[in-house]
Structures are given as structure tokens and as C-alpha cells.
């Protein structure tokens, strides 16, 4: 029955052979086909919420579950739902406005509450409660929502929307695909964000460490570039992918005095750094990262040398879920082959002609945990602007915020996928 | 200290021995002729405690007791046997001061190395005469060796006794500092004058080695040999490439030509960064110049610079070997002597090994326990009886302090692998190597797990060779250590060196196993032999290191897709760093495994000081 089964269909079969790279343009991919979903699901005339939520969520268990590992997969279909639930609120929220007070009606901003009366709130709250809790974006951009539902009431009657049961379809699908193109807009520019960042942490001359490659590593530096002048960057290589090659070449044409190392040099570089700075794949509930593998050898290594271990991630990366047996659950094992040639030693790997088990095991796993208590700081591209809750006013996150800000969204994240 | 020492009377004279010992214990060794089949033939001294001996480490099982005295015996007997029979007579002792003599111009030669040999050295002999003759006080003391009748209490030497001659020597050896330096100024400023620019010519550690010990020989008598050769082990400033002038002298000299890489890392600019390409061609294209050079030495040396001989044993055992055959082709030219040739000839082939590829700091222990054996030679000997002495010298290194070594370490080592055990190592160590291996013909459960890393690859040879013998490895890279780390229970490691801080010199990669096993709490264990201790102290990777080819990084083999890097050399702002050793703190080894005994890192200086510097060469 619906029409967006085949680009479904493609994008899962992308993610099961891993062609998608990169936690941001798998955030951005999926928040794009959830788009397409949701504007090619037919909806009927009532319990649209309830049928889009539906549809949305079977496209999410199957994208999940051909990736597991791409956390940002998760966090975006949540986002999406939540988008959903929260504009099927306002929409109702303002039906029932206008049932009850048939003069006021809101045509607002869809991301302001607009309730009337008290009446109207307390309804709201309730489908709040019921639905969602406060999802991660509301306490942190628009949190005071529930706090102050009063508004000042709007004028202007809309006549044409109000009697029109099938333009109201239409009208929380519209806000829905809008809500999710702003959405991807922040994707986009999560790393110009987290840039403006820059100027405060990088001083001139100093030293700088960095691992593997990180899109958002490289904008961060070249803002610290722009604004500070020169400092020094070493880029580990970040074996067997080697992307650093990558970095060092990108920044080294950004006219940064960039050294590679190897892997192994990176306890004998690191005395001599100021500060460490890495991408990562995800950031867990306890603030945690899930990152490239040979992270952690990187964050010990920097812990043991007292040199901040900073961590930059767009929002896109925070995942409610608490790593258990992350390296087992939360890993991958990539080909032998990038480790050992395929010839060489195949005699050895292949299970028919021994006896037993083989003699050769190789071990190629992804992605490394590094526990909170060796990330120094999180830089992210959301400004956090509630301070009873955060106590913070900034884009700069201890592990100890990610943890409070988890524990007060993670029921609007778990309950629902 | 003198009234401690004056109520024993007996051990006065054995002081004075002891003191003297090092200057006095070349000649007996050239005089018995080859020293290795003399020494066990005389059972009685054989059965003798030296003073200066230590007991046999306590760790040894039962089985290699065997071992450890034998070397100890081996390497004092002469001592004993020497003094009893000879020392009585004074020709033995006018013998040396000759002996000395021409020693110190020997050094003075190697000084000058090249070109204009012959006329600054006579200079400097005459300018030594003087200081020589200076050297009253301490040339009678050697006169007044112990009489022969004083040896057998030798051999009833208590540990009190022991500690009066520690002091003794202490003492003495003060005192000679003393009166040496006041005597040395007028002397040392003639020599300066008539060879102004022998220090300058310094330009390799061990020849810069040779320039302040120079200084020291030229100063002092014959029998301040002892502090001459303590000079030489102690830890010399080593060429800072950041030193224009230095390098510039260094350059002029140089036989292969050297082409500095166009990106150097700022932060290594003391160290020799060079193309590395370019190296081997120019070599082969002055193959038929070299003429100074040995093609055993030509030979090794360009296998150190393609990499084909690698590991500190190895490099160290065809250094020694090369040497050997050098020296087995060596014949002294006509009005030259063998004690003052041979050095030179010796230092022109370790400054070409250093321009192949620097040496390791065991390398250079074996070579500054060799030099030191070609002017202890008696000049009474003939050329092929010095000659054979040199090779069972060089022999005896290689076996006891190399062979027998690594079978003491693998034998101790096997005893800290228990069934079920997973073993980690990093890169290819010959002596874990060989501890996986006689672990497994024990017929012990094992697993390894080989963790390697890039850009070298060692371990790749290692899993083959351990693969080949049937023992179940896991293969994984230097990333993924942390993911491995949870499943291993022994981690061993090999080391390049163990500094007298307790830090582990050994190859890049080492430090980062070593910190991770440490926060998972896995015991590491480190395998080394004790030659390649040293006095020196490093805190970090940075101020003293070794640089490979960058372009090693830059390549990744067996993938051609990663290829980001190939024309990195265009860029002014890329460079790529390639470090081949660094240190591991202390705190991260449980263990050192060493032919002595297994011993926490904070014991590295007990072995340095007992077994090292003048015992540590048999």
C-alpha cells in the first residue's frame, strides 16, 4: 500500500551494507526519508497522529534494525515521533480551543503553545502527559512552554481551516514536514554550531591533538583558524582506515601546520599537547562516547598526561540509551582483510581443514567506549538556554549534564521506539 | 673511611688491588693468551670469590643456578689467576705503563681519524710525556701491587670485607680525581693546542664518546684508566641535530651522503631527519670509494638501512659479527700498531653503522664494551694472538650476554604462564618469541594475542612463525587494544632498553599496551637482557628518539585506495612523523624479566650499578 516502500526499501538496504558513512549524513538521510514517509502516507480522517506515528515507527524498527550500530538512526526516527505527537497536540490542543471559546482560535507558530484558556492548557497537559513527555529539543529550546501556557491571544479568526476536517489533515502533515526540514537544517549546521565554539578553547600556538577523521573536527579547527591564527595540529592516523591521512590533508590545505602520526606514537606525542580534540560516533545516556576504535587508548592516554579530552558531537549523536556491554552490543567487526591481506594467511583462517578451532582469530572491531570519566567536556551545536534545569548556559556539556539532561528526556525517547 | 679500613690490615693491599683493577687486568688477560681456554683449567682461583663479585641473583630455579656463576666466574677468574702468578714481578708493571702509553695515543689517533693521523698524534704523544710522568703518585701505588701471598684471602673475603673495598675504591678513587684535574690543566693545554680540532671532529656518540674521554686519558696517568672507562659509560650529550655548526662539521665527514627531508617536524629538530630513499642508491654508488670500509660492516650496514636485519639482538649480533670479520681481515700496516689502528679502524665503521641507522643504546653498550679491549692488548703480543683475543672476546659477549641470556630470561618467563593464560604482545620480540615457544613444547594451554601496529607490521611475521608452530593467535591492531585487553591475562614485552629510572626504551606502541593493560589491571611483563641496561634517565619519548621514513606513514600496504598522502613532500604545512621507539613509564611494569632474576622496575639502578659498568663486560 504506500508508496514509500521502495525508498524504504533502498535506504535499508544501504544501511545493511554500511554505505551510508558518517553518524551526520545517516542523521540527515533518515530524517529525509521520514519526511518522505510522511508525506506519502495517505491519512485518513481521523487518528491521523496515531497512523502517521504508526508508520513512521515500523519505518524506524526496520532502519534500526539493519543498523544497529548507527545510533543517530534511532535518535532521528525518536525525534521524528516526537515531532509528530508534539504538533498533534498543539492541533488539538487548538480544536478544542475553538470548540470551546469559538472566538479565539489560534493560528500561531505551531512550536508556541497557543491555548486560550486555562481549560485549553489543562487539556494539553494532559495529552501531553498521555503522549509524550518533554522531548530533549523542548526542554532545551522550548522549555518555557509548559511552564507559561498563557499566551496573548491572536486576533485574527481563521475561517478557512476551521470547518475543514481534510485541510486539518493537511495541516498537521504540513507542520509536520516543516518541523522535520527545520530539523534537518540543524543537521546541517550542527557543525557551523559547534565551530562558534572554537574561539574559546583554542589559543594561539598551542598544540593540538586529534584522532581518525571527524567532518566536525575539521570545521571546528579552521573556525580556531579563521579567528586565532596559527596553532599546531597532530593527527593520528587512526589505523587500519587511516582516515586521518584525510584530516591532515584537508587542514593542512586550510594552512595549519598539520603532522601525522602513527597510532602508536600517540603516548609519546601527547606530552608535548595542550588539548585533545575528538569527533565521535555517539554520545551514551551516562555521557559516555561510543567513537572510532582506539579512542580509548587515546582518552587514557590523555587522562594520564592530565590534557582535556574534549569531545565535539552534534545533538544528533546524544542517545538516551546507557551503554551495557558496549563492546560486545555496541561493536562491530569489520573484514580481517583490512588487517591482514586475504591470501596470506587464509590456510590458517579456514575452519574446514583444522581441527578444532582455528589457530587464527583476527579482532577488527569499530568502535571503541570511552567512559565518562575521561571526556573533559562535550561541545554540541545546542544552545542550552534552560537554566533551572541545566544550570548551564552554554553549548559546553560536562558528562554530569548529559546524564541529568538524559534522565529528564529519557522516558520521551525509550517509551516510544 | 680510614679508620674503618686501618684496623684490617689484610685487606690494605687487596685495596690497592682493587682500585687498580681495571688497568691491571688487560695485561694478565693478553699475556695468558686467549683467556677462554685458560680460565677453567685452574680449578683453585676457579673456586675463588673475587671481591668484586656479587652473588648469584636468587630468583634462579634450581636448574639455571648453573648458568649465572659460571659467567660470574668466568668473568673474574682472570683477575685471580692473573695476579697471583704475575703481578710479583715488576716488568709486568713497566710492561703496562707502556702499554698504557700507547694506549692513550691509540685513542688520540682515533681522535684524528682521517686525514692528518699521524702528525697530530705525535704531537700529542710528546705532549703526553710530561703527563704521564706527572702521574707520580699513582704509578708507585701500582708498584706496590699485592704480593702473591696475599691471594688466598681472597678467597675467605666476608661481606664486611667486601663493603671496606667499596669505600676503598671510592676513595681512591676521589683522590685520583683530585690530584688529576690540578696536574691535568698545564698538560691538557699543550694537547689542546697541538690538536686543536680533535673535539670538534666529534660527530657520533660513540666518537664523541671518545673525544671527552680523550680529554680525561690525556690528562691523566695510565692507571686512571678506571675512571677513564667509567667517563666513557657515563651517559654523554648526544648530537642535537638543532646544533648548526655541529651538524655542519658532522656533514663534512660524513661517507654517505645525507639529504635532509624537505618537511621536518619542528618538534624533532634535534634528531637526523633525512630522506630515506635516496640513502640506499648512494650507498651502492660509492660502494668502490668506501675503501675504508669492511664489506662485512658495508654489508650489515646497508641491511640496518633497508631494515632487513631489525630487533635489538639482531642488529647487535651482526654488528658484533661484522666486527669480527673485520677484524679477522685486519692486518696491521707497517709502522702502525695494532692498538692504536684497530680503534680507529673500528670507530670509521660505527660511524658508518650510524649514518645507516642510528644505533640502539645495547649497541652501543657492546661496542663500549669493545673498545676498551683492543688497547687493553699487550703490544708484546703478536697481531694473531691479539687478534684471536678480540674474537673470543666479541664471542663471549655474544653468547653470554645475548644467547645465554635470552635462554635464562625464556626459562624464568615460562614459569609466570599458566594453564588457560591469555598472553598479549606487541610487535615482534625475539625473546617473547621464544617464550611462547618453550611455553607450548612445556605442553602449557595458551592463547597469544599479537597486537601490532602500523607502520612496520612486525607482528605479521611473528603470527606467521607462532601460527606455523601451531599455537592459537588472535590477530588484532594497536586500536583495538582496548576491546582486546578485557580477555588477556599476561602481557610481555620486549624492550630496546631499560633506563635506571625504570623506564621501559622499546619500540612505538610499547607505552600505550603498557597503559592499558595497567588500567585493566593485567600484570605486564617486560623481557630483557641486562646488557642492554643503561645508566641514562628519560622521562619522555620526545628528547631522545629515533625517526623512521615518513613515507612509511603515508603508505599503507596492501591498500591502494588510501592513498590521501602520496604527494604529502609538496605541502609546506603537512608532515608526517614517524617514531620508532618511545618510553614507557615505570608505573606501568609489574615486572622486568632479565637473565638475573625478575625484578620490579624500580630495581633497574641495582643492576646497572652491580652487574653493570665494568662487571657488566664479563
Known sequence: MPDYRGLVDEFVAKLNKRKVEGSQATARLTAELLRSVVSLQKLPCKNQASVLIESVRSVGVQLIAANPIELAVGNIVRRVLHIIREEDVSILTSNTGDLNLSTESGDEEIEQDNNPSSFAASIADIYRSSLCAPSLHALLEDAPSTKAPCRIYTSGVDSEEKDDKHSLSRKLKHFVIEAIKTLIGDIDSCHDQIAQEAVEHIHQNEVILTFGRSRTVLKFLRAAKEIKGSFKVFIAEGAPRCQGHVLAKELAGQGLKSTVIGDAAVFAIIARVNLVIVGVHAVMANGGVIAPIGMHMVALAAHKHAIPFVVVAGIHKLCPLYPHNQEVSLNEMRSPSELLEFGKFSNFMDYSTGVGAPPLHVANPTFDYVPPELVSLLITDVYCKEEEILKLENRLWTSNVVKKLVCLTENAYSIHV | ?618
Open chain 2, 1 to 618: 673511611m680510614d679508620p674503618r679500613r686501618m684496623p684490617r690490615t689484610i685487606t690494605d693491599p687487596k685495596i690497592r688491588q682493587v682500585g687498580f683493577f681495571a688497568p691491571v687486568a688487560p695485561p694478565d688477560v693478553s699475556m695468558l693468551g686467549p683467556p677462554r681456554p685458560t680460565t677453567p683449567s685452574s680449578p683453585v682461583s676457579g673456586n675463588s670469590l673475587s671481591p668484586v663479585m656479587i652473588p648469584p641473583p636468587r630468583h634462579l630455579s634450581s636448574d639455571n643456578v648453573l648458568l649465572s656463576p659460571h659467567i660470574a666466574v668466568d668473568s673474574f677468574l682472570p683477575v685471580g689467576s692473573y695476579n697471583a702468578s704475575e703481578f710479583s714481578s715488576s716488568t709486568a708493571t713497566e710492561d703496562f705503563s707502556e702499554d698504557n702509553f700507547s694506549k692513550d695515543s691509540g685513542w688520540v689517533l682515533n681522535e684524528n681519524s682521517g686525514k692528518a693521523a699521524v702528525k697530530p698524534n705525535t704531537h700529542a704523544a710528546s705532549g703526553l710525556t710530561p703527563a704521564v710522568s706527572n702521574e707520580g703518585p699513582p704509578m708507585e701505588l701500582q708498584k706496590q701491587q699485592p704480593p702473591a701471598s696475599s691471594m688466598p684471602k681472597k678467597e675467605q673475603t666476608t661481606k664486611a670485607e667486601r663493603r671496606a673495598l667499596q669505600d676503598a675504591q671510592r676513595t681512591a678513587k676521589a683522590a685520583a680525581n683530585a690530584g688529576g684535574s690540578k696536574k691535568s690543566i698545564s698538560a691538557s693545554a699543550v694537547v689542546n693546542s697541538a690538536n686543536a680540532n680533535t673535539k670538534k671532529v666529534a660527530k657520533a656518540p660513540p666518537q664523541k664518546k671518545d673525544s671527552s674521554s680523550v680529554a680525561a686519558s690525556e690528562k691523566r696517568g695510565g692507571d686512571r684508566q678506571t675512571d677513564k672507562d667509567r667517563k666513557k659509560d657515563a651517559p654523554h650529550p648526544r648530537m642535537q641535530f638543532d646544533d648548526e655548526d655541529r651538524v655542519e662539521k658532522a656533514k663534512k665527514r660524513s661517507v654517505v651522503k645525507q639529504t635532509e627531508s624537505r618537511n621536518r617536524v619542528e618538534l624533532f629538530r634535534h634528531l637526523p631527519q633525512y630522506e630515506h630513499g635516496t640513502r640506499i642508491l648512494d650507498l651502492e654508488s660509492h660502494f668502490f670509494q668506501l675503501d675504508t670500509v669492511h664489506p662485512a660492516i658495508y654489508t650489515v650496514g646497508l641491511r640496518f638501512l633497508t631494515g632487513d636485519i631489525s630487533g635489538g639482538n639482531a642488529r647487535c649480533i651482526a654488528m658484533l659479527r661484522a666486527f669480527q670479520e673485520s677484524i679477522e681481515d685486519y692486518s696491521t700496516p707497517a709502522e702502525k700498531e695494532l692498538t692504536r689502528d684497530l680503534p680507529t679502524k673500528i670507530n670509521g665503521y660505527v660511524s658508518f653503522l650510524i649514518q645507516c641507522r642510528p644505533l640502539s643504546i645495547s649497541m652501543g653498550n657492546a661496542i663500549s664494551f669493545l673498545k676498551p679491549k683492543i688497547p687493553e692488548l699487550s703490544s708484546t703480543m703478536s697481531e694473531s694472538e691479539a687478534k684471536a683475543s678480540l674474537l673470543s672476546d666479541i664471542d663471549r659477549f655474544i653468547n653470554e650476554k645475548i644467547i645465554l641470556a635470552e635462554k635464562v630470561i625464556v626459562r624464568l618467563a615460562v614459569t609466570k604462564i599458566r594453564d588457560g593464560d591469555v598472553l598479549l604482545t606487541h610487535g615482534s620480540s625475539s625473546v617473547v618469541e621464544m617464550i611462547f615457544l618453550c611455553a607450548q613444547e612445556l605442553g602449557k594451554q595458551f592463547r597469544v594475542v599479537i597486537v601490532d601496529s602500523r607502520p612496520k607490521l612486525e607482528g605479521r611475521m611473528l603470527l606467521r612463525r607462532l601460527v606455523g608452530k601451531g599455537i592459537s593467535c588472535t590477530y588484532t591492531h594497536l586500536n583495538a587494544i582496548s576491546y582486546i585487553m578485557h580477555e588477556v591475562t599476561r602481557v610481555f614485552l620486549g624492550a630496546s632498553s631499560v633506563l635506571s629510572n625504570g623506564t621501559v626504551y622499546s619500540r612505538v606502541g610499547t607505552a600505550s599496551v603498557a597503559m592499558v593493560a595497567h588500567q585493566f589491571r593485567v600484570p605486564v611483563l617486560v623481557c630483557c637482557e641486562s646488557y642492554k641496561f643503561h645508566k641514562r634517565v628519560q622521562l619522555d619519548s620526545i628528547c631522545f628518539n629515533e625517526l623512521g621514513d615518513p613515507d612509511a606513514i603515508a603508505r599503507v600496504s596492501g591498500k591502494e585506495d588510501i592513498n590521501y598522502l602520496n604527494d604529502w613532500a609538496s605541502s609546506q604545512n603537512l608532515q608526517l612523523l614517524n617514531l620508532t621507539y618511545d618510553a614507557t613509564p615505570s608505573d606501568y611494569i609489574s615486572m622486568i624479566i632479565t637473565e638475573y632474576g625478575m625484578i620490579p622496575p624500580t630495581s633497574v639502578p641495582v643492576i646497572v650499578q652491580e652487574y653493570g659498568g665494568e662487571h657488566l663486560l664479563i
